[in-house]
């Protein structure tokens, strides 16, 4: 069973940078066969994904245009872990926040565990 | 990007009666080459994170009850509840998975009658 679990804080000042971690149980960051994903969920914007890191002999990433510029996915093969650093935020990037897993063989598939969620707030 | 739209965006419906659920994408999402459509459907409880209820728009996750089914196929998509429960209060999202970035409807919330 594929467990992930979200830490890190609630309360980010403005222009400082978001820092969260998403630790997996039940599964390798570096399987061949999946994706790692942060997606956010706000009033105003919905569920949106933001990004994703996978491993196919080399690691890869991808990002949502709409954040492309600011965010920074890694792995942490040591501790079976990945993270998710958003910078320059602004309140609008005031939301929970979700780490998931997606299936990624020949192509993409529905995210299949998430994680608990993390609510971080933008404020000073 | 490929836009999904649900509809309605709320309704209320009688315990044990059919609950209709529908999503539109702006391209069809239906794969030639393994005849899949690339199309989930999510349950959110207040506090919980999105639960993967249906895959492949008809597939339901293992363990999800028998009275959830999904259909459609290209644009047009349902997700049926039929005989609701009290439990199957919650929002409901679409979502595609045909091509990136993934895209998320904008929730459909189910209530009792």
């Known amino acids: 069973q594929v467990q992930l679990q979200q830490s890190g804080p609630g309360l980010v000042k403005p222009s400082q940078t978001l820092s969260l971690t998403c630790a997996i149980s039940g599964d390798s960051v570096s399987s061949k066969s999946v994706a790692w994903n942060w997606i956010r969920q706000s009033p105003s914007r919905g569920l949106e994904w933001l990004g994703r890191t996978y491993y196919r002999s080399k690691w890869y990433n991808d990002y949502a245009e709409s954040v492309t510029s600011r965010i920074t996915i890694n792995p942490d093969t040591s501790k079976n872990q990945f993270s998710l650093q958003l910078n320059s935020v602004t309140p609008e990037d005031t939301a929970v926040y979700f780490c998931?897993?997606?299936?990624?063989?020949?192509?993409?598939?529905?995210?299949?565990?998430w994680g608990q969620g993390t609510l971080v707030t933008v404020s000073s | 990007d490929i836009v999904m739209t649900q509809s309605p965006d709320s309704l209320a419906v009688s315990l044990g009666e059919r609950a209709t659920i529908n999503c539109k994408s702006s391209?069809?999402?239906?794969?030639?080459?393994?005849?899949?459509?690339?199309l989930g459907w999510y349950q959110q409880k207040p506090g919980q994170p999105p639960k993967l209820l249906i895959y492949w728009a008809s597939t339901r996750e293992s363990g999800v009850p028998d009275r959830f089914s999904g259909s459609g196929s290209g644009t047009d998509f349902t997700l049926t509840i039929t005989s609701l429960q009290a439990e199957d209060v919650a929002v409901y999202y679409c979502?595609?998975?045909?091509?990136?970035?993934?895209?998320f409807g904008q929730g459909t919330k189910v209530e009792i009658k």
């Open positions: 391209q069809s999402v239906l794969y030639s080459s393994n005849n899949k459509n690339y």
């Open positions: 998931a897993r997606c299936v990624f063989g020949r192509q993409l598939e529905s995210f299949d565990y």
């Open positions: 979502q595609q998975y045909y091509s990136t970035p993934p895209a």
